[in-house]
Nanobody
Framework: QVQLVESGGGLVQPGGSLRLSCAASGFALDYYAIGWVRQAPGKEREGVSCISGSDGSTYYADSVKGRFTISRDNAKNTVHLQMNSLKPEDTAIYYC???????????????????WGQGTQVTVSS
């Protein structure tokens, strides 16, 4: 059974940091790109960052470039998203998605996934 489980969300002050984790089971990450997609109330889904399973190539949305870092540990079937210098506009539910593709940029831009986690809330507020 394929499953993606996110963790690490919470409430943080502007300028703070959070580290999200996505634990995958039921399939091998080597053959899937993993992405973080967020959705804020009243806004469309936004692909924040994606990472390839084959060569580790990454993509970041302009809104998070330089502040967020995505990484993966295929041995542990886990992907992390380190979020620094958080802003109130980063507030959203963050979903982990897996897509059988090597096109990480397209995955993020289209916010696509074959499998999805349940989401974790990130709130940036003073």
């Amino acid at each position: 059974q394929v499953q993606l489980v996110e963790s690490g969300g919470g409430l943080v002050q502007p300028g703070g940091s959070l580290r999200l984790s996505c634990a995958a089971s039921g399939f091998a990450l080597d053959y899937y790109a993993i992405g973080w997609v967020r959705q804020a109330p009243g806004k469309e889904r936004e692909g924040v960052s994606c990472i390839s399973g084959s060569d580790g190539s990454t993509y970041y949305a302009d809104s998070v470039k330089g502040r967020f870092t995505i990484s993966r540990d295929n041995a542990k079937n886990t992907v992390h998203l380190q979020m620094n210098s958080l802003k109130p506009e980063d507030t959203a539910i963050y979903y982990c998605a897996a897509l059988h593709t090597r096109a990480v940029q397209a995955m993020c831009i289209m916010a696509r996934g074959d499998y999805w986690g349940q989401g974790t809330q990130v709130t940036v507020s003073s």
